[in-house]
């Protein structure tokens, strides 16, 4: 499954939560994640969640999920 994380610092108090709940279910389900952004901030703010959550759904860098980082465009 492809997440691509867009948005910026200014809007993760927004954003965040609805991004968590995602990643949550997708995990819950076995799916494997493939994690871009165009924005540059994007990328350090995917890492942050998809660690967190990994950590508490037994998923590995690598295996369970992929961040694939920044893509300009």
């Given amino acids: 499954m492809l ?3 867009e948005y910026d ?3 993760v108090g927004e954003m965040e939560a609805g991004a968590g ?3 949550q ?3 819950s389900r076995g799916a494997t994640l493939y994690a871009v952004s165009t ?3 994007g990328p350090a703010l ?3 969640t998809l660690e ?3 950590g508490q759904n037994n998923y590995e860098y690598g295996e369970g ?6 893509v300009s465009g």
């Fill in 21 to 23: 709940a995602l990643i």
């Fill in 9 to 11: 610092p200014a809007q």
């Fill in 39 to 41: 924005q540059p901030t």
């Fill in 3 to 5: 997440v691509a994380f």
């Fill in 52 to 54: 967190t959550l990994a």
């Fill in 25 to 27: 279910a997708l995990m």
């Fill in 46 to 48: 995917a890492q942050s």
């Fill in 65 to 70: 999920y992929f961040h694939l980082g920044y």
